[in-house]
């Protein structure tokens, strides 16, 4: 990126700006004239113009008289913040992804860790029949289990692992007894070497190697505890040598490309070479499926810069992250991650034990609320349910309850102006690309014009992710002709997929009246704000803004 901002986008922000300026001083308001700025391509460099994607945004602007309440509750009536439910035993009856979507939920997450895939066809296929007939755009997710390491089984269950004794971990036998755990992972006496960690069941057992013989690894017991089957092994201080792509995934995958997934989530993601290979071999099998990196290893936040540019988005997932990060880093690193995701107009997921005592309880802990509450306010695209709504005992309750929390956040947001985090600006200081101009002017407009809504129309959903990580104060709606970019969109912040007909999207003027009117965000004689002309070809990009009445 340039260190200087070129010419041409200075005078086209500055243009944008004094188009806002000059409304905002109401010479306009009393006038039926329409103005508009424009930029031409040929004034651009070629490279720049080659990356604007998005195409026509129209402004939704209620007149200053409105009042107040009536603005806030209309702005207020869609949630910004979106909520991810995982399907499982406890919530596969119709009625239950029906009562799930009618709490909240946006986006089903099928995990491929668990069930077969005929369990995972007809859970697909419920979902897609529930939501149509409630007319619901809601996106599903497939997620990939990935290279889990896991410890084997026990003649009894169990073993006691005592501190300071020593244990063996073998490649090459079957069962496993006292003083003898057996590893799934063939190759683990190759990856791990002296005085690594090896840590068991979540980070609650830790051990410590002191040497390798043949396939076995010799180990010293520095946190003891009871070692169930099949529990998870982590590997912090370790480089793993199998890809991020397993054989299994090979064969989910082929499932989900099969029944038209609207994301797949790739789990221990290293680098950006994982997401590589993953795409690829959709790309060889004749489909392409947004992937979303899973952050839950050391490596990825080092490649995190990578892996946003080579993802649709990232989901941080926090219960491996937690094990192989010091705890009292991860807050920060997931601050962090939102950070970088928002800037590059990726969205975020926050993910892993959100409201996790709600599996048994039906009210969560008051730091579960405040988990919740956190990620909102780090201005994350989604949050997660896991078990609480896949095994748990109040699936239903517990998305309510995370709702309602997120609209009460969202509430004291709008009220301050915070839904925009004046951090990211500072990272456009030395250059402002056209995206980035017009995405902070709209964000300026929603609040300075107090704008009940921003109509996005998109063909490919790029304009309406671009404008979402600026985090206007005014909800999006992301019009499209494409059902499938309308389940695209639920996942996005403050996006509301509104389905037309393509015979209605050419005539931005009526739509915009159809919309508000669809949506109750104006009445007639209302002024709309429309930017245009934005075009992958550079040569035919003129980038346009206009107000107009409704």
């Known amino acids: 990126m340039n260190q200087n901002k070129p ?31 424009k930029v031409s391509s040929r004034e651009l460099p070629h490279s720049q113009v080659n990356s604007i994607c998005f195409s026509y945004t129209t402004f939704l602007h209620v007149e200053p008289e409105m009042n107040q309440k009536l603005t806030k509750k209309t702005s207020l009536h869609w949630r910004r913040t979106k909520i991810i439910a995982t399907l499982g035993p406890a919530t596969t009856a119709a009625p239950m992804v029906e009562r799930l979507i009618k709490a909240g939920v946006n986006v089903f997450r099928l995990n491929m860790s668990h069930g077969n895939h005929d369990w995972h066809r007809t859970s697909f296929r419920l979902i897609r029949k529930t939501a149509a007939e409630m007319n619901q755009h809601v996106a599903i997710l497939m997620d990939l ?63 410590r190697v002191e ?84 952050i839950e290893k050391p490596e990825a936040i080092a490649d995190i810069d990578n892996i946003l540019n080579a993802s649709y988005g990232i989901m941080i997932a926090r219960g491996d992250l937690g094990i192989e990060l010091p705890a009292e880093q991860v807050p920060l690193a997931q601050n962090n991650l939102i950070r970088k995701a928002r800037y590059l107009s990726r969205p975020v997921i926050v993910a892993t034990q959100m409201l996790e005592s709600m599996v048994e309880n039906s009210r969560p802990t008051r730091a579960e609320v405040g988990d919740v509450a956190n990620a909102a306010l780090s201005g994350a695209d989604a949050v997660m349910l896991s078990a609480e709504t896949s095994i748990g005992k109040h699936p239903v309750q517990a998305v309510k309850i995370m709702d309602r929390v997120l609209r009460e956040i969202e509430a004291n947001q709008w009220e301050n102006n915070s839904f925009s985090d004046h951090e990211l600006e500072k990272h456009t200081t030395t250059s402002l690309t056209i995206r980035k101009a017009v995405s902070h002017a709209v964000t300026s407009m929603a609040y300075d014009l107090k704008l009940q809504g921003i109509v996005v129309p998109t063909s490919s959903g790029t304009t309406a992710q671009v404008l979402a990580a600026n985090r206007p104060i005014a909800p999006l709606l992301g019009v499209s002709s494409k059902s499938y970019i309308c389940r695209k969109l639920a996942l996005h912040w403050g996006v509301v997929p509104v389905l037309v007909n ?39 990009s003129e980038p346009v803004m206009k107000i107009v009445k409704v």
């Open 502 to 540: 393509e015979k209605d999207t050419h005539d931005w003027k009526k739509l915009s009246i159809s919309i508000s009117k669809q949506c109750k965000l104006t009445e007639t004689g209302n002024t709309v704000l429309l930017v245009s002309g934005f075009n992958k070809d550079p040569d035919l």
């Open 145 to 207: 289990c990935g290279p889990k390491i896991r410890a084997g089984k026990f003649k009894d269950g169990e073993i006691t692992l005592k501190k300071n004794s020593t244990v063996l971990i073998s490649c090459n036998k079957k069962t496993g007894e006292e003083g003898l755990i057996i590893s799934q992972y063939a190759n683990l006496y190759k990856d791990v070497k002296k005085d690594e960690r090896i840590l068991l069941d979540d980070g609650n057992l830790e051990l």
């Open 211 to 294: 040497k390798i013989t043949g396939q076995n690894i010799h180990c010293k017991v520095i946190h003891g505890g009871i070692l169930k089957d099949n529990k998870g092994i982590n590997l912090p201080d370790s480089t793993i040598s199998v890809s991020s792509f397993t054989t299994k995934d090979k064969k989910d995958v082929k499932i989900a490309m099969d029944l038209g997934a609207d994301f797949v989530a790739l789990s221990f993601v290293r680098s950006e070479k994982d997401i590589r290979i993953l795409n690829t071999y959709m790309k060889n099998n004749g489909s392409q499926i947004p992937v979303i990196a899973k």
């Open 7 to 37: 010419e041409t986008y200075n005078n086209f922000y500055t243009q944008v700006i004094r188009l806002r300026h000059e409304y905002l001083q109401s010479s306009w308001q009393s006038s039926n004239t329409r103005k508009a700025i």
